[in-house]
């Protein structure tokens, strides 16, 4: 399989106007890709119509190599982990992820689930402690273990430090880097640069629905990535 998600000459619009413009885009098995962008850019459009949320007005998506379009059964094969994951705030974390796998059909023991937390991160002192009680990355890795547990071929993420403190950005970016080495494709929707650099594999930079450049992580220093970003976003439209 030589990409587990990838986009062909792209084109979503809303009431006339084109918010994803020509997109190719492309994520091999165990790739980390930080999609990078301001307010406007797309990212999330993109996020949604490769999880089928949204329906292209041209071009194809493929996962796994297959059009979704004609497939629609493919997106059950992503995990989606929003800015804020939504959970049962008074379920445990066990009994969350047991409910949600029951709910795709997907039958998991408490002690297996248990196995999935403590592989995500979360300290098994919480496992059984109520949703409710969980910081912002606790609730996180709840959502990768759901991930985890539906053994997804790709994982779309869409501003997943937005709102952690330094620390527990830097323990959830750590995780995202482990879902890659597991396999998984990863596609993070993100404004935060620095955990873009350490954590992906490519870097991708949109601006009004368009892929403007492309680079791969090891090849650029930090502050050149700041500068590449600034100088896209200043250019005239």
Do not use: W
Request: hydrophobic share 45%.
């Amino acid at each position: 399989m030589e990409h587990v998600l990838r986009t062909q000459q792209l084109v979503v619009q809303y009431g006339g106007r084109t918010v994803i413009d020509g997109l190719d885009l492309a994520i091999a098995p165990g790739c980390v890709y930080a999609l990078l962008g301001g307010n406007g850019a797309g990212k999330t459009t993109t996020i949604n119509t490769l999880l089928g949320f949204v329906a292209p007005s041209a071009g194809e998506v493929f996962v796994t190599g297959q059009p979704l379009g004609k497939n629609p059964a493919l997106a059950r094969t992503l995990a989606y982990l929003p800015e804020n994951v939504a959970l049962y705030p008074y379920m445990s974390g066990v009994e969350n992820l047991v409910y949600f796998c029951a709910a795709s059909g997907r039958k998991l023991s408490r002690h297996d689930a248990g196995a999935l937390l403590n592989d995500a991160g979360l300290d098994e002192r919480a496992h059984h402690a109520r949703v409710a009680s969980y910081s912002k990355g606790m609730r996180q890795k709840v959502g990768l273990s759901v991930a985890y547990a539906r053994q997804a071929v790709a994982m779309l993420l869409d501003e997943p430090t937005s709102g952690l403190d330094p620390a527990a950005a830097n323990d959830f970016a750590a995780r995202i880097r482990q879902a890659g080495n597991k396999g998984m494709g990863v596609l993070m929707a993100t404004h935060d640069l620095f955990n873009a650099k350490q954590v992906a594999d490519r870097i991708g930079i949109m601006k009004k629905g368009r892929l403007v450049t492309e680079v791969a992580a090891r090849e650029i220093e930090h502050d050149e990535l700041e500068a590449l970003y600034l100088k896209h976003a200043r250019a005239p439209e």
